[in-house]
DNA sequence: ATATATTGTAAGAAACATGTAACAAAGATT
DNA sequence: AATCTTTGTTACATGTTTCTTACAATATAT
């Protein structure tokens, strides 16, 4: 990622040669048009993702172009102006533009604002798509603890952290979810770590204790994590 | 403020009863279902914010229920399991449930859930309201700092800049922009640069070294970016 | 009661992850 | 082209986490 396609619209036929060039080299692929049947001629063919919309095109109105391309794309919209107007800008966000620049400006600068632009959409898209594949929920909750999975880290009720290992809350969580149940060392062996397991690994066993410890649970008289001799672990709730 | 629309979806009577009347006591409008129609019907109507979801209803299924709640609502969703609930049901949360109960459970304690989840929704509102009466999203406000994303620099409440790179800065607003969250290595290199990311890369931890100097922030005891071991980063506000 | 199996845990070793200095490379600026 | 800024790489020190071993404690079966 990092190119774009990049749609300018503009009658000043030298500008539109040097913009192409420019960002060309950096490595995007870029449409010009001189008007609005151009314009939605590669709108309609192409997937554009910036537009660079002068407000100035001989008979007839770079606003209501900006509205035009909103209707038939998603694309980001800059405005390219030849003179520092706000009202222009006003209006110009206001019918679904998104940046606002400024004739004459230095090459280095569009670019950079592409680039920051880009990399906003990007973000965007990821966030998004982390939020979706989110396993499920963020906190689980048990009478006397919170398991809070977006920090890896269990807390008591008043909000205290037990300040466990990311390994510890990881076994933890796994008993967490089925509160009750009685969940073999294998089990756990296999959803904590990788790799064969091993009827006389201790592992698990270990870190139940220190586990237990960080509870302050007395492995004598368990209250939240029991022994199930024989089989395995067992959160209680 | 403080006081909620619930909805709870449980097929026990007397289960239902003494969650209405506790939640009445304090102040809250609740409401009951029994079933999937009841459920919609409800939703359709009421604006509700919290939805407390049993995980197991007769003839139906919760999970998918869970679903339906989350395409006409925005409620914040609390799912309540029994300790006899089928464990596939539970392994299989995946939905986009926010936190998780378990059955027996203290009314005292899902009330204190619902007082913070409560604070929380509030909380987020407000900022809400203050973005857009304000410049919209291009300032992060944190209780210590301001990210100011069309400057790309970092303030502190005095108004002090701290002088981040362009590159620390974008960083940590991936950072800001999931507060008290883990962000993996791999999820922030694919935010801020292009290309794969490899496992034993280190240019993350590098620069989030330059990141906490620039914060003042002691990396043996943060007060800002934690480092979760195994995970990834954190920023904690 | 005795033998056997299983679990708890201390202590040390090994594995692993992180912080960072110092240098190199890449990029921007003049 | 020369300089300055920013970012990435390598290498190593440090501290944390996990595992192994060994033995004691406990439970179960005979």
């Known amino acids: 990622m990092g190119i774009a396609n990049i749609l300018s619209v503009d009658d000043d036929e030298n500008l539109q040669f040097v913009i192409k060039e420019y960002l060309e080299d950096e490595g995007h692929t870029v449409f010009t048009a001189a008007n609005r049947n151009e314009l939605l001629d590669i709108l309609e063919k192409e997937t554009i993702d910036i537009v660079l919309q002068d407000l100035v095109i001989p008979n007839d109105d770079g606003l209501s172009m900006i509205s035009a391309i909103r209707e038939k794309s998603e694309a980001f919209i800059f405005i390219v102006s030849g003179k520092d107007d706000p009202l222009d800008k006003i209006i110009g966000l206001e019918v679904g533009a998104d940046d606002y620049i400024t004739k004459p400006f230095e090459m280095r600068e569009l670019n950079a604002r592409i680039k920051a632009t880009m990399r906003r959409f990007k973000q965007q898209k990821e966030t998004a798509a982390a939020e979706t594949e989110d396993e499920g929920p963020s906190k689980i909750t048990l009478p006397h603890w919170v398991l809070d999975r977006s920090r890896f880290q269990l807390f008591d009720t008043a909000g205290k952290s037990m300040n466990l290992t990311t390994g510890e809350f990881q076994l933890l969580e796994a008993l967490a979810l089925a509160p009750n149940r009685v969940l073999s060392r294998e089990h756990l062996f296999s959803i904590t770590r990788d790799g064969k397991f091993d009827v006389y690994d201790r592992a698990i066993d270990i870190q139940i204790g220190r ?22 672990y067992m959160l209680v709730v």
């Open 211 to 232: 586990i237990r410890k960080k509870m302050n649970d007395d492995p004598n008289d368990p209250q939240h994590i029991k022994t199930v001799r024989g089989v395995g």
